[in-house]
């Protein structure tokens, strides 16, 4: 079993940052892909981006790319996702998630192995 738990969301303005982190307790995650998705208020869940578990390869849905950055720290047992330039569309509960031993291309918000219960991020105009 692994727990995840997020943290770092918050109400900011169009054009802030954030840092969300995803700390994790249980097995080890340094066999699991880690990935980060998002539901707005209305919405399916839909994915924000991922980072392999061997490679630390990394891939993100079109509509972050260039403004958001994941990254982990096995040994810390964090998976953080920086978001830059926020837009008030990127406003959702934000969760990580984890599958084991997948290509990032292929993870899918129906397809996780763990999910964490989420942080809040709001973008205002």
């Known amino acids: 079993q692994v727990q995840l738990v997020e943290s770092g969301g918050g109400l900011v303005q169009a054009g802030d940052s954030l840092r969300l982190s995803c700390a994790a307790s249980g097995r080890a995650i340094d066999t699991y892909t880690m990935g980060w998705f998002r539901q707005a208020p209305g919405k399916e869940r839909e994915f924000v981006g991922a980072i392999a578990w061997s490679s630390s390869a990394t891939w993100y849905a079109d509509s972050v790319k260039g403004r958001f950055i994941i990254s982990r720290d096995n040994a810390k047992k964090t998976v953080d996702l920086q978001l830059n330039s926020l837009k008030p569309e990127d406003t959702a509960v934000y969760y990580c998630?984890?599958?084991?031993?997948?290509?990032?291309?292929?993870?899918?918000?129906?397809?996780?192995?763990?999910w964490g219960k989420g942080t809040q991020v709001t973008v205002s105009s």
């Open positions: 998630a984890a599958k084991y031993r997948t290509y990032v291309a292929l993870i899918r918000p129906n397809a996780m192995d763990y």
